[in-house]
T-cell receptor, first 108, second 115 residues
Framework: SQQGEEDPQALSIQEGENATMNCSYK?????LQWYRQNSGRGLVHLILIRSNEREKHSGRLRVTLDTSKKSSSLLITASRAADTASYFC????????FGTGTQLKVEL | NAGVTQTPKFQVLKTGQSMTLQCAQD?????MYWYRQDPGMGLRLIYY???????DKGEVPNGYNVSRLNKREFSLRLESAAPSQTSVYFC??????????????FGPGTRLTVL
């Protein structure tokens, strides 16, 4: 069964706007990771947040983690057309388990 | 460094045929993984190898076998392909050990269609 569930399933925004994606999971984790997948390509690791961390930044990315609610969010600020991709959260317990993804479309 | 490479990129099989998907990594990683990706299902782990000489079942191992040939190579075999195995297959690798090395590196995928 899937550990992570992303919300929304699809998101369409204008270039320059911020994009927020949410991930909920079911069991305790060691860390939570976000990956990006461009159409027809493999996944690329974006950012990792450990279970004892609450917020992490990397460039235009901001990730938050609330272990009491078993949820995480990924914020992409000042989005660009090149950010168009699917975004997956993955939780590490005994193994890395991926969610079903959010399809982000950034329009010019 | 090529990273994680997969062959072939595309394959069409008939039901009952067999084939082997190849994966290699040049990053000296200990752990390697095979996933399948289906629409609306995310990635599901088929098999993994935590280190050379070991393999373990993942979430959806039925109908597949794997071989960790050496530290670099991890192959996935379909003995008798079924239409339900139509999917995109991804290989990944990870340096093992320590909490700072949990990122997985993915190959470009193999798109398999079983008729």
């Amino acid at each position: 069964s899937q550990q992570g569930e992303e919300d929304p399933q699809a998101l369409s925004i204008q270039e320059g706007e911020n994009a927020t994606m949410n991930c909920s999971y079911k069991t305790s984790i060691n860390n939570l990771q976000w990956y990006r997948q461009n159409s027809g390509r493999g996944l690329v690791h974006l950012i990792l947040i450990r279970s004892n961390e609450r917020e992490k930044h990397s460039g235009r990315l901001r990730v938050t983690l609330d272990t009491s609610k078993k949820s995480s969010s990924l914020l992409i600020t000042a989005s660009r057309a090149a950010d168009t991709a699917s975004y997956f959260c993955a939780t590490l317990g005994n193994k890395l388990t991926f969610g079903t993804g959010t399809q982000l479309k950034v329009e010019l | 460094n090529a990273g994680v490479t997969q062959t072939p990129k595309f394959q069409v099989l008939k039901t009952g045929q067999s084939m082997t998907l190849q994966c290699a990594q040049d990053m000296n990683h200990n752990s390697m993984y095979w996933y399948r990706q289906d629409p609306g299902m995310g990635l599901r782990l088929i098999y993994y190898s935590a280190s050379e000489g070991t393999t373990d079942k993942g979430e959806v191992p039925n109908g597949y076998n794997v071989s960790r040939l050496n530290k670099r190579e991890f192959s996935l075999r379909l003995e008798s392909a079924a239409p339900s195995q139509t999917s995109v297959y991804f290989c990944a690798s990870r340096p093992s050990g320590g909490t700072g090395h949990n990122e997985q590196f993915f190959g470009p995928g193999t798109r398999l269609t079983v008729l």
